[in-house]
């Protein structure tokens, strides 16, 4: 393809650059003006209720590439993960690009598009493993390499000013049971030909050693559920189906009969076989013929190990599942990690469990769980295989990135560049550099609705979470005088301080005659939470309105 | 003494039992209706946004004591952590009871009772280092033992119906560095004697083997920070005397001068010196003359390692230090554990200071760090000293004193009993037994309002946080008619939500003629939600007010 003198390779990271979650690269390439766009994963980012309090997820404000969506050629995704996959259906409206993936992830997003009424709307181009494409100036090349999900690729994205190397989400994992093991010839091919930039995963950048197998994990569990008596309850990831299936084995080793609950075990487990994974599964028993067999003939393989509050394990332990109840002489095994931020609501579904005299055994006592992300060991062997001349780690928090990029430079990578969303770094030509700040923040999706962060709305509830509400409405007449008693609405707030706040107003109204009624307005607000103050220490969100009568 | 037929050694745990924090243990002896109390430790729990937005501290309700108080002998406090003796200005004025403590911690009381004003009402009676003291039928010795603040004790309380030995917070640390070690001859002793009950701390009955000595930190401490070059700020609780002391150590083995940044530094260091530990600790800095030093010569010791937000360590990092700021080449060694919850403040804390350029090192992946709590080995070893009848873990959460009644179980104690706040365990005489369930619950420190958890304060402000909030007023004339346009207050809600609850309101309005106020209210509020929801997916919080001119 012909270059011009002033084409760019640039990448500008709308999420994921300050966050393990959102993942949203966008790589383009031309002069500025006219360059085309590839987007590598479009994923969400889960809500807390400590800091996004009634936001269920959260997702990229893509607003610079919708205004060139002409020029955008492409999301393609590396693996099926909610942080790379999950934003797609909301956004697809906004780009309109085709979609590509391999089979397994495609199918994940097809089940999604399906969902979202927008099935007949998006191609979903499947590319086979190892599979090429061509958009536009960018040749990509699919590598299988290895993670905690079937089908994970890093992207070779050759360019007429040189080729990244995308890795996606990765590990080195020698026997990753399901699916394709790292194809360490082309990750070593791709270095040898030369690389201008590893654009890479920042996980556990600050974590030793190397993240371990999942084979060995296989073998751990068989040991582990061997030595159980009563019932058994495994829950890890859905979409980690080498777990699942390993799970599956160790039951199937010692008499246990499986059966899925939770929706996402039945949806992953049913993609997997789909798309030609999990051949030798066991037969899966539905629920109530689970019940009837004897407790220590049954395994549940269950959604919910970050103990969210609808999934099957969390209504297991409150004794809401109609078909499933555990006791003593049970075992709950939680194959997964704690993501970080979920540890309260997962030690109280312990509690539960515990209180229900189960016995709970986790990754924090038990080798029950393996990352799926590179420890450091394992990305200084990536830096030695692609040897690029500029590292950009991506995926992680500000922590985790600094960290690997200080790992890189100790690898003697000539350039190692921290980015954050929105910033637009030029790859080629010359040094990396960041070249333009453009729009970025976060989108949430707020009950059915999408808002910008920027609204203010999650901030807005965290100061009703923290000191609650009052709104006063004044009834004034033509003349502007008071015409009736005012109207309290208080929420949130300690009975003993509405007395104080009733008394302060009533005051403040009985001195008022007539005449500026926006000062009323304002005064009694200041008095309402002024009293407020006084009696409680806090200052709730006060609002006044006024009606005419 | 003389026993009566009817006598009955009881425990009744207030607090922690359930959770790790808000200890409050009440030992109560003699027959039911004439028992004399003693209560062992009144701490508080700390709120979280997430599930008690708004609220300081939490401590125990203890209306079934404030209605005995004449019979309540004393309060007798294990050492000086806030979850042990942080609830004593509060609940004191129910109890009015003496409070007895060794030195180090009854000064820490003391500076407690000054703030809340109670200094002049309280009686703190200060206990020496293995002393003893007789209240009512208990006589109670107090055994040295370690932790991680100077002068924890396990207290050693004999009853005509035997000995209770009530371990607080414990570990077994051969080179505590501050203060005494364990006084294991007289565990032994007490062991040899023949004890009731263990009433035993929990915190890591789920963490293999043993907790490590501090003296292996001050070495690691020491050769971690010959490594630094640049600023250097070290983050710890402040009432580890010891590791600031191996710190200021380190500090001053490689040539750096310390300053004490934040309130609770100095207050801690202070108490330290005041009653003999810390005697050769180094000069220390004032900020501004810390400022004045080059770089490598200094060296912080800082609150804040929790990520609060109004610690100096948060807001050096937010920029907002008036003395102090680090930037590239520095490092914040976070010397000290994430209490579950915290992660996500903490995480936020080092990503601000990655931000800065300035390096973070904590016990994630560096050893900086040992626990003050007994791991299995060490909780082992102390059951094979104490040799109970009875096991009653408490200083713990479900999970937590699950495993450490089974890990009792497996060492032969004849009986483990795991009970709940409110629960009355009778030790003796006869088998371990629940005799009676008391009331119980937390108290909210609201504000600076004390609310009964049951009030559902904090619930509420969580549905507003989740929803928000329509508050409604309409006005009414004598007839029950309208007789102006409602006013409304929408906080926390998206704009397009707003219009569509007007509208809906404004409809019903519109159809109202006169009469069953109640109804129009009630239909109102329906309507209003059911706006809201349609538009958005959510049910904020609605209430509505009738006013009449």
């Not at 393809?1 to 709308?14: F, G, H, K, Q």
Request: aromatic share 4%; with cysteine; hydrophobic share 45%.
């Amino acid at each position: 393809m012909a270059t011009s003198r002033d084409d760019e390779l640039v990448l500008l990271p709308l999420g994921g650059a300050g966050e393990i979650g959102m993942n949203f690269n966008a790589y383009g390439f031309g002069p500025e003006g006219e360059r085309k766009w590839i987007v590598v994963d479009c994923g969400v980012l889960f809500g807390r209720e400590e800091t996004t309090p009634g936001v269920d997820v959260m997702m990229p404000d893509i607003s610079y590439l919708a205004e060139r969506r002409e020029d955008v050629l492409a999301i393609v995704a590396t693996h099926a993960h909610e942080d790379h996959i999950g934003a797609i259906h909301y956004l697809w409206p906004t780009l309109r690009c085709p979609v590509y993936a391999t089979p397994f992830t495609a199918k994940l997003i097809e089940g999604k598009l399906e969902e979202a009424g927008l099935r007949d709307k998006v191609r979903v181009k499947v590319v086979p493993l190892h599979g090429k494409l061509t958009l536009g100036p960018f040749e990509i090349e699919f590598v299988s390499i290895t993670h905690s999900i079937p089908e994970p690729n890093a992207l070779a994205i050759r360019t007429p000013l040189g080729v990244v190397v995308h890795t996606g989400d990765w590990k080195i994992d020698p026997e990753p049971l399901v699916g394709e093991a790292t194809d360490t010839n082309a990750l070593r091919k791709l270095g040898d030909d030369g690389v201008l930039a590893l654009v890479c995963d920042s996980t556990n950048a600050l974590v030793a050693g190397e993240s371990g197998s999942e084979s060995t994990v296989r073998k751990a569990l068989a040991d582990l559920i061997g030595t159980l008596k009563g019932r058994v309850a495994v829950t890890a990831f859905a979409s980690n189906i080498a777990r699942l299936d390993s799970v599956a084995k160790a039951a199937r080793a010692h008499g246990r009969q499986i059966a899925l609950v939770g929706r996402a075990m039945k949806r992953l487990v049913e993609a997997a076989r789909a798309t030609g994974y999990l051949a030798d599964f066991p037969a899966v028993l539905d629920e109530e013929e689970a019940a009837d067999l004897p407790p220590h003939r049954v395994l549940y393989l269950c959604t919910g190990s970050q103990g969210e509050s609808r999934a099957a394990l969390t209504r297991i332990a409150n004794g809401e599942h109609r078909n499933i109840s555990l006791g003593p002489g049970d075992t709950v095994i939680f194959s997964s990690r704690i993501i970080p931020g979920n540890e309260l609501q997962i030690f109280a579904l312990h509690n539960k469990l515990a209180g229900l005299g189960v016995e709970v055994l986790s990754a924090e006592d038990h080798f029950v769980h393996v990352s799926g992300h590179p420890a450091r060991d394992e990305l200084a062997q990536m830096y030695r295989w692609i040897r690029p001349k500029i590292a950009v780690p991506v995926h992680g928090e500000l922590r985790h990135m600094s960290a690997h990029a200080r790992l890189a430079r100790s690898l003697q990578v000539p350039q190692a560049v921290t980015i954050e969303n929105g910033h637009m770094l030029r790859l080629a030509p010359g040094k990396a550099q960041v070249i333009d700040e453009t729009p970025s923040g976060r989108v949430h999706l707020d009950g059915q609705v999408l808002v910008s962060e920027g609204a203010g709305l999650s901030r807005a509830r965290r100061s009703l979470a923290y000191a609650g509400m009052i709104a006063i409405t004044l009834v004034l007449d033509a003349k502007g005088r008071v015409a009736a008693d005012p109207a309290f609405v208080m929420e949130g707030i300690p009975e003993p301080v509405h007395a104080a706040v009733r008394d302060a107003v009533e005051l403040t109204i009985r001195k008022h005659k007539h005449g500026d009624e926006d000062a009323l307005k304002e005064t009694v607000r200041r008095v309402a939470r002024g009293a407020a103050e006084n009696a409680w220490g806090k200052k709730p969100v006060t609002r006044v309105e006024l009606v005419w009568v």
